[in-house]
């Protein structure tokens, strides 16, 4: 119920669809209270709508009774700057920026990595 997926109880997973099922892959993870919860790319597939679902549900992970800490591997940046307390992000393995999100996000070697775009990188030649 919590998850809200009690009336899909009686369903095969398989008939269910995709943002239901992520749903419930959700729920059998935390049957077995997790003090720590390794979430990769959960956002995957889905819509805008769900994706904000998604965020609600894994920002009140923590907080709940049984509550565990959240390891987030994901390239959705608006799930990972929304739920995200520290970020730490990777160029092909290598620690490029680490630290909140409101300096991950304005980090020129993030940016770089990920949009491509040319902005000088300390340290580079143009």
């Known amino acids: 119920a919590e998850l809200g997926i009690d009336k899909h109880a009686d369903a095969a997973p398989g ?3 995709y943002a239901v099922r ?28 769900d ?19 959240v390891l ?3 390239h959705h940046m608006d799930l990972v700057m929304s739920v995200c307390h520290d970020l730490v992000v990777l160029d092909f393995g290598k620690v490029i920026a680490a630290g909140a999100p409101e300096s991950i996000r304005d980090d020129p070697r993030v940016t770089e990595a990920y949009l491509g775009a040319d902005v000088p990188v300390e340290g580079s030649t143009p």
Do not use: S
Not at 31 to 43: G, T
Not at 56 to 66: E, F, H, I
């Open 51 to 69: 994706v904000a679902e998604l965020a609600d549900l894994v920002r009140a992970l923590p907080d709940r009774a049984d509550g565990c800490a």
């Open 15 to 17: 008939t269910l669809p």
């Open 72 to 74: 987030l591997v994901e």
């Open 22 to 49: 992520k749903r419930v892959a959700l729920a059998r993870a935390l049957i077995a209270r997790p003090r720590l919860l390794l979430l990769d790319e959960p956002a995957g597939g889905l819509g805008a709508d």
